[in-house]
């Protein structure tokens, strides 16, 4: 499709009335994201594992991606990103990794990093230490794995978004869906039986919150363990993130229903949502970022539905009201879905 850019660094693609071309209403290339690179060489690299071939040059994209690592900028996600990737290809640059990622994590900076920064940085490191890195990696992932504990000691069990500020107790999606993943792969790679019950603890949570047709809803209170605000829906939280991190869960506690909680969200990209619309575009390749709250009612639900949560006395909205497609995508999405099925045994569970 035409999500991913012509060229190796990845670009986002968006279709629109604003974007047609001289041929009518077509993908147009927006920009460029080192982030959404490396997301997409971990994924590929995965899938080059299984056999399978991920349609773009891996090799040549990690040279472009570590030569502009050397210069400073990348964040201690990013740096664990790029380990992990490092990891699957010969572990060739390990000293430079581990040199820039203790740098990133040094001081008081991991109580300010956001959740998902401290996962993937946590996932380069066992990814590493599997790959054969030396006493460091093992050091780093201790220290990693201990914050993200930390963060999950809530009422809920949920993790806080980050240690510090009224923002940190109304996380997202994402925080807790990567931390599942981080937790789930320390436990099978480490035997680590706290990060088990932590993962399986957020896992719950999360499920006893999904949407009737399988939807994973996007902010959270960490004290009550409710949502604070469903919209956006997000595809690649259907098809990708949530079953990346479930059937690693599934792997380190072999137990099928996290599996099951998986191919239920992934109903909803085909069809099964409340707008009864297929996510993925056949024509353009595209398949679309989300389903939002129409007009100025998506950000403002946020704002509203956050204060409220927060005690500030307002009134929350609630989650009916007009919903539309956002029909954009990212390449990271690309990356996200080749790592979540990609040599996995739940692929055969998908009709």
């Not at 930390?150 to 993790?159: A, F, M, P, Q, V």
């Amino acid at each position: 499709g035409e999500r991913t850019s012509g060229g190796r660094l990845g670009r986002g693609s968006r279709v629109g009335a604003e974007d047609e071309d001289e041929r009518g209403n077509r993908p147009v290339v927006l920009g460029a994201s080192l982030r959404y690179s490396l997301i997409c060489l971990v994924g590929g690299l995965r899938a080059r594992s299984a056999g399978v071939d991920p349609g773009f040059e891996l090799d040549a994209l990690k040279r472009d991606i570590l030569t502009r690592s050397r210069v400073p900028g990348l964040t201690a996600g990013e740096l664990g990103l790029l380990l992990w990737a490092d990891a699957r290809s010969g572990l060739e640059a390990e000293e430079h990794l581990a040199s820039a990622l203790e740098a990133a994590l040094a001081g008081n900076t991991p109580y300010r990093l956001e959740c998902l920064e401290l996962c993937w940085a946590a996932v380069g490191c066992v990814e590493a230490l599997e790959a054969g890195a030396s006493s460091w990696a093992r050091r780093k992932l201790d220290e990693l794995t201990g914050h993200l504990l930390s963060r999950s000691e809530t009422e809920s069990g949920l993790l806080r978004h980050t240690e510090l500020g009224r923002r940190s107790v109304l996380p997202h999606f994402a925080d807790q869906i990567y931390a599942v993943h981080a937790l789930a792969i320390v436990a099978r790679l480490r035997d680590h039986a706290t990060a088990l019950r932590a993962a399986e603890r957020i896992a719950e949570v999360l499920i006893s919150c999904q949407h009737d047709d399988g939807a994973w809803p996007w902010i959270y209170n960490v004290r009550s363990g409710t949502v604070v605000e469903p919209y956006r829906l997000y595809s690649v939280h259907q098809d990708a993130m949530a079953p990346m991190a479930l059937f690693e869960l599934a792997e380190a506690s072999d137990s099928t229903g996290w599996r099951e909680a998986a191919l239920r969200g992934l109903e909803w990209i085909w069809g099964n949502n409340e707008l009864g619309q297929e996510m993925l575009d056949r024509e353009t390749g595209l398949l679309y970022r989300s389903i939002n709250r129409a007009g100025r009612r998506d950000r403002a639900a946020v704002w509203l539905n956050s204060a409220a949560a927060l005690g500030f006395g307002w009134a929350p909205i609630g989650a009916g009201g007009p919903v539309e497609v956002e029909r954009t995508d990212r390449p990271y999405h690309l990356g996200w879905v080749l790592e979540a099925w990609c040599d996995r045994d739940a692929v055969t569970l998908v009709r």
